[in-house]
């Protein structure tokens, strides 16, 4: 017998009797020498190329009866099983085939019942990303469903270890987004804080959060209320006091804001579920976060977040059907007053879904139509807050830039001129009444309230004019509006200066369609908008051209050519 064949007779009594060894048969992850084994093993089949399906056959029993033993024995086991789960599930994958073995539960059961209880476990959460990250293209092919059903559990796994594990991440990640998964994704990306707050709390509630998933805490006082949460939201029953003590500062937050962490430490995907940003007491327990120092891993967590997001908007653009990405929009427009409230995570996590949320429309004019209405209730609210009005100032934009969903939409975008209109003329009345307050009151926010009301007010009648020059019918309305700006002369001079700019474009039709009209028409053919196609002027009215308009300068035009010399002779 050769060293080969004498090592191999070895490693794979030493696996067959770990079921009969009294101090690790209930606990076989706890002997050593079992790991050591199970990878010779592996390594041999791999090696040997002519007797390899031989040899498979030979150690699959034994391996496949390790691994039902090591589930069974995790929750009483006081020792990591990731690392053997692993190195079996690694010889499923490769052997599967030879075998006739179906991967697909034995990996469900591993995120189910080790995982589950171990991400918090840097050593078995780097394994884990290393195993999807080698096995990645087979698990896409063979097992689409599995990534996306267990991205909560994967969201909390990089949540815990933060940025030491960002990078194998980033690879996996693409292989969590799927039909199923686009829309909860989102919130649960955007929520990565608030879940890190969630499992810190859980541990100091709870102990360690390695060994002992989140679902089974279920002797200690925190679990007991998760347990009354549940009931409460599966029957509408009112959470009771449960014993907690009251005066406990922990526990009265906990009291309360538990059915937000509880949609947040879960590890499946079941669907885009409400969350429960309403509560007095989710705001509570952010104020508290906030006013406390922050940890380690909530600096790194804000930090990555961000990146993930924008990695999730590119393949949401990229490879997302336009019915998707239409449903994320008005997430999107609810989640961005909703964010956790740290100053740069806001302006990173806002910048990054308001380029979405143009790009969306400059690829799919026709969604301004099909949303019409919550465009109009954010438009609504564009001074709720200094978040909303930054929404309702890029809706305006997007609205006037793709003509209210374009030619075909006449209904959606008379709807949206209408609610154009209701707001400019609210902000008129507003800036009547400031104007007769300012000499009694002048402070900082005064003048911030002004200048962003002048913003905006400057944003609503440039998509005003760019409507009516979309759609012709709604240009006499578009006159009366901007005409009671341009007279108004109360407000900032930025803003009917604008209006009366406006109003003269709308005498000159061929300038006014290459400066407002659509970047791409009905017809097919291609405008850019700022320049003037003259070779239309022998048949469109081009005279009294209003250079100085064009070039914000007041007075009579400074030019010395004629028109003949720049249109096409015939």
């Known amino acids: 017998m050769s060293d080969r064949e004498r090592d191999w007779d070895f490693y794979l009594r030493t696996v067959s009797n770990s079921s009969r060894d009294l101090n690790f048969a209930n606990d076989p992850a706890s002997d050593p020498s079992l790991l050591h084994a199970v990878k010779k093993l592996c390594d041999f089949c791999r090696q040997e190329e002519k007797s390899s399906e031989d040899l498979v056959a030979r150690v699959y029993p034994h391996i496949n009866k390790l691994f039902q033993r090591s589930i069974a024995s995790i929750s009483q086991s006081s020792s990591s099983n990731g690392i053997l789960l692993l190195v079996i599930l690694q010889f499923f994958l490769d052997f599967g085939e030879v ?51 267990f991205f909560p559990l994967l969201l909390k796994l990089i949540a815990w270890n933060g940025e030491k594990l960002e990078k194998p991440f980033l690879k996996v990640f693409p292989g969590l987004v799927s039909p199923g998964s686009f829309l909860p994704l989102f919130p649960s990306l955007a929520d990565l804080p608030i879940l890190v707050v969630a499992l810190e709390k859980v541990e100091r509630s709870s102990g360690s959060l390695i060994g002992s998933s989140i679902a089974s805490i279920q002797k200690s006082a925190a679990p007991e209320m998760l347990l009354a949460l549940m009931d409460e939201a599966y029957t509408g029953s009112t959470i009771g006091d449960g014993g907690v003590d009251s005066e406990s500062e922990d526990s009265s937050t906990i009291d309360v804001t538990d059915p937000l962490f509880l949609e947040l430490l879960k590890d499946e995907n079941d669907g885009l579920a409400e969350r429960h940003w309403t509560s007095p007491g989710v705001a509570a ?3 508290a976060a906030m006013n406390s120092s922050q940890s380690d891993r909530l600096k790194q967590i804000l930090n990555i977040a961000p990146r993930l ?32 409230p740290d100053k740069n995570y806001m302006y990173e996590v806002r910048r990054r879904l308001l380029e979405f949320m143009l790009a969306a429309f400059q690829r799919y004019p026709d969604f301004i139509a099909l949303l019409k209405k919550p465009i109009i209730d954010r438009l609504g609210e564009a001074y709720d807050s ?37 707001l400019l003329y609210e902000n008129l009345a507003s800036s009547r009444l400031g104007m007769r307050q300012d000499s009694a009151v002048n402070c900082d926010n005064g003048n911030f309230r002004k200048s962003s009301q002048s913003r905006l007010l400057c944003f609503v009648i440039t998509a005003i004019a760019k409507l009516a020059t979309h759609h012709r019918e709604l240009l006499p309305r578009a006159r009366v509006a901007l005409g009671k700006v341009a007279r108004s002369r109360i407000s900032d001079s930025r ?66 050519f004629s028109f003949s010399d720049i249109l096409s002779r015939r």
């Open 495 to 560: 803003v009917w200066r604008r209006a009366r700019d406006y109003l003269g474009l709308m005498n000159e039709p061929a300038i006014c369609l290459s400066v407002l009209g659509p970047s791409r028409p009905s017809n097919g053919h291609m405008h850019y908008p700022g320049t003037v196609n003259w070779n239309e002027g022998g048949t469109k009215m081009i005279a009294h051209i209003p250079f100085y308009i064009l070039g914000e300068q007041e007075g009579p035009p400074f030019h010395n």
């Open 309 to 340: 997001l924008h990695v999730y908007f590119t393949i949401a653009l990229h490879d997302a059907n336009n019915s998707l990405i239409c449903a994320l929009i008005p997430i999107l427009m609810t989640r961005n007053s909703t964010l956790f």
């Open 285 to 287: 327990a952010l104020q």
């Open 386 to 422: 200094p978040e909303k009005t930054e929404l309702a100032l890029q809706l305006c934009w997007a609205v006037g830039e793709h003509g209210g969903g374009g030619g075909s939409h006449k209904d959606a975008a008379r709807e949206l001129f209408e609610s154009l209109e209701l």
């Open 99 to 149: 075998i006739l073995h179906d991967a697909d539960p034995s990996l469900r059961t591993f995120f189910r019942s080790c995982l589950s209880r171990e991400f918090a476990d840097p050593v078995v959460a780097a394994a884990t990303l290393d195993f999807l990250n080698v096995n990645k293209n087979k698990l896409l092919i063979s097992f689409p469903n599995l990534l996306p059903q």
